[in-house]
């Protein structure tokens, strides 16, 4: 499937995103079906387009061919026999064919009476006598340019090669859109999850497959995923589903700049007020723009309940009205370096063992942190003692 720079490359991209996500259908389906799921492997175009192996070996060699727009596919279309190519040169380094299967996956249609037909894996239909007299037929030819060099292949395989190859190849028709892939993988997450986090919960396991893809494709190296490991990550993408959790997507995210002498946002005058050093400054601008935008996905995605986000920030306003008070109570000078010191103080103790989460297994502090500074922000909170009477008197001292 490598692209070539003089055609579009919109449509390898789709085949692409197209071959990766059929990759995750068939290896969702694949895992109940395996004794052990850590002893079956997925590569995505090493050996083919992808492919199953289990105890060092493919056992199951799958090309996908996506089109946008609907078609049929004849005896000569390169499809077929670009595929054919690949199985044939590929043929000489597998020591039994026998227990490999060869599945090419098409969203066009399969003529009846055609060579694809009589590779149905409907055994009412299928012939594997006829596909390979056609294919010898047409493996003869000449005059055909484009198909010329899948021609050779084939015919370069002894007959019992040829008919070693024929009896394994399956071709299924009328495969889903990318867009039905996507349903597909939504029905089969249905027992995973409860329905309204189906959604978000496909959107955190495509990115984390799609990223393990890229790996595989940028490795010089052979390179695949087990399925057990794709059981670990659906296990732990569960967990930050259940009712005591929500997902952490944002743990190592940063913002496009990060300013701390020119950021003048009032949570940053905040800090100002109370001496905070720039290593201080700059962890608060990330937190708040962390917790800023997990908060956001999670209320974007429909993953709170009605009202929760208020009631957190609320609950955080209590715990610094508690941290607050109980240093308030061990002040006992006007001094502006104490007063700064026990901002200083208050701050620590909020950002510390005040970073309560906004529910029970939630781990990440960066929302409890964030949340704060979104709080000292709209001066709800403070850390210096007369935070509101300063921030006022200072021009710099606005959003």
């Not at 996500?21 to 590569?43: F, G, M, T």
């Not at 607050?324 to 109570?329: H, K, N, P, R, T």
Request: aromatic content about 8%; proline content about 4%; charged content about 25%.
């Amino acid at each position: 499937m490598t692209g070539n720079s003089s055609f579009d490359a919109s449509p390898s991209a789709l085949g692409y995103i197209y071959q990766v996500r059929y990759a995750l259908l068939l290896a969702l389906q694949k895992i109940d079906k395996v004794e052990d799921p850590d002893d079956c492997l997925v590569s995505i175009e090493k050996i083919d387009d992808i492919s199953f192996h289990s105890e060092g070996s493919p056992h199951e060699l799958l090309q996908s061919k996506y089109h946008s727009s609907h078609g049929n596919l004849s005896d000569r279309s390169p499809d077929i026999w670009k595929t054919i190519r690949v199985w044939s040169e590929h043929l000489t380094s597998i020591s039994d064919t026998e227990d490999v299967t060869f599945t090419l996956i098409t969203t066009e249609t399969v003529a009846e009476d055609s060579l694809a037909s009589w590779l149905s894996p409907d055994e009412a239909v299928r012939n594997v006598d006829a596909a390979l007299a056609i294919m010898r037929d047409i493996s003869a030819e000449t005059s055909n340019a484009t198909n010329k060099s899948s021609y050779q292949a084939f015919q370069e395989l002894s007959l019992t090669q040829q008919r070693k190859l024929v009896s394994s190849i399956f071709v299924l028709e009328n495969a889903e859109t990318i867009g039905g892939v996507r349903q597909s993988l939504k029905k089969k997450l249905r027992t995973t999850v409860e329905h309204q986090q189906i959604e978000p919960f496909l959107v955190r396991l495509e990115g984390a497959w799609f990223k393990r893809a890229i790996d595989i494709l940028a490795s010089s190296k052979f390179a695949a995923i087990s399925l057990g490991e794709l059981v670990s990550i659906i296990d732990d993408l569960r967990s930050q589903f259940l009712p005591g959790n929500l997902p952490a997507d944002f743990d190592n995210a940063l913002p496009d700049v990060i300013d701390i002498q020119g950021d003048h946002r009032i949570f940053v005058e905040q800090l100002r007020l109370i001496n905070a050093p720039n290593r201080a400054i700059k962890l608060a601008i990330i937190n708040y723009y962390r917790a800023y935008e997990q908060r956001s996905r999670w209320l974007r995605e429909n993953l709170l309940k009605p009202g929760e986000d208020g009631k957190y920030l609320a609950r955080l306003r209590q715990e610094w009205d508690h941290h607050y008070s109980l240093y308030e109570m061990k002040a006992n000078s006007s001094k502006e370096s104490d007063l700064a010191q026990l901002g200083r103080d208050i701050y620590a103790s909020c950002q510390n063992e005040g970073a309560q989460p906004i529910r029970r297994d939630f781990q990440a502090p960066y929302v409890a942190r964030g949340s704060y500074h979104h709080l000292a922000d709209k001066q709800i909170i403070g850390w210096h003692p007369d935070y509101e009477e300063q921030l006022n008197q200072d021009p710099t001292g606005v959003a």
